[in-house]
């Protein structure tokens, strides 16, 4: 069964709001969530580092004021496009690896700005 | 910083051919995963390499781990129209783990 669950799924927005995404580990606790981006027919892009407790690590590139991230339990982090633009519409997916390599991915949210 | 380059970037096959992927990066890797993303879905692990020239099988699909750790392949043996997805492999260094660009692999039945 699923490992990783998202919500929401899909999100449209209009410019200048904020959309918040919420990604759960559902059978075990996570001290690491990963969060990625993805364009369109492109690769999966690390945007950061999600650590229960403390601050979120980021990518170069990643603005930390406008994608802000939160992992205040061990089985939630959020991730919070703020100002939100037509060029952040993108499929955003967290993961998290359990403690090990493999990366269980969430379903992803699909948001489209407008 | 470490970067995984995968070619080729798209591949159609008819089906019942023979289709492979490959990985390259740029430092020695201490693993290496493949991850296959459905169209509208999200990626799924399919496996993890760890040692030098290590070669895994999983039904029609074979995976190799370059002696130097620092390519792999995915080779998938007549292929069928449920193989249809991008191919991802992801090498992993130290806590890093970095995605190639995918393969999109189509198939025609």
């Known amino acids: 069964g699923a490992v990783v669950s998202q919500h929401p799924s899909r999100v449209i927005c209009k410019s200048g709001t904020s959309v918040k995404i919420e990604c759960r580990s559902l059978d075990f606790q996570a001290t690491t969530m990963f969060w990625y981006r993805q364009f369109p027919k492109q690769s999966l892009m690390l945007m950061a580092t999600s650590n229960e407790g403390s601050k979120a690590t980021y990518e170069q590139g990643v603005e930390k004021d406008k994608f802000l991230i939160n992992h205040a339990s061990l089985t939630l982090s959020t991730l919070t496009v703020t100002s939100a633009h037509p060029e952040d519409s993108s499929f955003y997916i967290c993961?998290?690896?359990?403690?090990?390599?493999?990366?269980?991915f969430g379903p992803g949210t699909r948001l489209t700005v407008l | 910083g470490q970067q995984v380059m995968q070619i080729p970037q798209y591949q159609h096959v008819q089906e019942g051919e023979d289709f492979t992927t490959y990985c390259n990066s740029s430092?020695?890797?201490?693993?290496i995963q493949w991850y296959k993303q459905r169209p509208g879905g999200h990626p799924v692990f399919l496996i993890q390499?760890?040692?030098?020239?290590e070669v895994k099988k999983q039904k029609r699909l074979t995976f190799q781990f370059g002696e130097a750790k620092k390519n792999s392949s995915l080779h998938i043996t007549a292929t069928q129209t449920t193989d249809v997805g991008t191919y991802f492999c992801?090498?992993?260094?130290?806590?890093?783990?970095?995605f190639g660009g995918g393969t999109r692999l189509m198939v025609k039945p």
């Open positions: 993961s998290t690896n359990r403690g090990g390599n493999e990366q269980f």
């Open positions: 992801a090498g992993g260094a130290g806590n890093m783990l970095t």
């Open positions: 390499l760890v040692k030098s020239g």
């Open positions: 430092t020695t890797l201490s693993n």
